[in-house]
């Protein structure tokens, strides 16, 4: 479904990510872990549009992505969410989760404005996949909220119905877990859980080694931008490469 082919990305003399190859199985649960700075943003900012790469290929469903924006990667099945909240404050939590249906839907300007039949059946369609979504997430209950009004856990999950909105095939999260206490985690492990049986292949880019342990088919290490290990977690946890470059000491 993904496959990264000898990805790399310079910033000017920096080589953010180095010769990375990877692939993804659908319906599967991956994680992409590292050191501080060992270029997961960087690879996951490739793979969801934000970047183009300096080299090499993103395959999804046999197309070269590379490239393509995120609203295009949106429409081929492909979403994410942010280590920093990028939701809006302003506006309610359910339209912060249709923005992310509106990126798939392919709504005419013109029929929009005059508010025609067939786009007011569209808007409460998608209004109420969001409520189902909110309830998948565990946030029913702030379905009339403002999203100013949510404490931060059920921001993390606003986000992630919002990523779903877009019917995507593959999502990626980066750093779900981040700022979540351990309850919440469990929660989160929980849903992302869901989301994999639900037939959508995710990618994970998480600090938490034990949320990654418990979820992850596949591991793929990253360590100055370079592939340091792949596999399992008992493989990558064994493996004395990784130990290392966790550690900070020569293997
Ligand atoms: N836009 C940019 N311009 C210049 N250098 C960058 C840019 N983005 C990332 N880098 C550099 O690329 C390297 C990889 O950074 P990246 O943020 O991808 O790592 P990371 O593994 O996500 O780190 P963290 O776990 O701290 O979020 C770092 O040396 C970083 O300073």
């Known amino acids: ?138 946030v029913g209950a702030y379905k009339d909220a403002d999203a100013g009004q949510m404490p931060y856990g059920a921001l993390k999950r606003l986000e992630i119905a919002r990523a779903l909105a877009a019917s995507p095939k593959i999502l990626l999260l980066d750093e779900p877990a981040a700022g979540l206490n351990h309850t919440e985690t469990g929660e989160i492990e929980e849903l992302i859980r869901k989301i994999a049986q639900s037939g959508v292949t995710v990618l994970l880019v998480e600090h938490d080694m034990k949320l990654v342990m418990n979820l992850s088919e596949h591991i793929l290490v990253l360590d100055y931008g370079k592939t340091l290990a792949v596999g399992t977690g008992a493989e990558v946890r064994a493996n004395p490469d990784v130990i290392a470059a966790y550690l900070g000491a020569p293997a």
Do not use: W
């Not at 969801?48 to 099945?77: F, K, Q, W």
């Open 1 to 138: 479904m993904l496959t990264i082919e000898h990805l790399s990305k310079s910033f000017g003399g920096v080589h953010a990510v180095q010769d990375v190859s990877f692939t993804a199985r659908e319906g599967a649960i991956h994680s992409v872990i590292g050191p501080n700075g060992a270029g997961k943003t960087t690879l996951f900012n490739l793979v969801s549009g934000i970047y183009a790469p300096t080299s090499g290929r993103i395959m999804l469903n046999g197309e070269d992505v590379a490239g393509l924006a995120p609203d295009a990667l949106a429409r081929r099945g492909l979403s994410r969410t942010f280590q920093n909240l990028q939701v809006c404050m302003n506006m309610t939590a359910i339209d912060n989760v249709m923005v992310g249906a509106h990126l798939r839907l392919n709504q005419n300007l013109f029929a929009s404005m005059l508010r025609l039949p067939a786009v007011r059946r569209m808007d409460v369609q998608c209004r109420a996949e969001a409520a189902r979504l909110m309830e998948f997430v565990g």
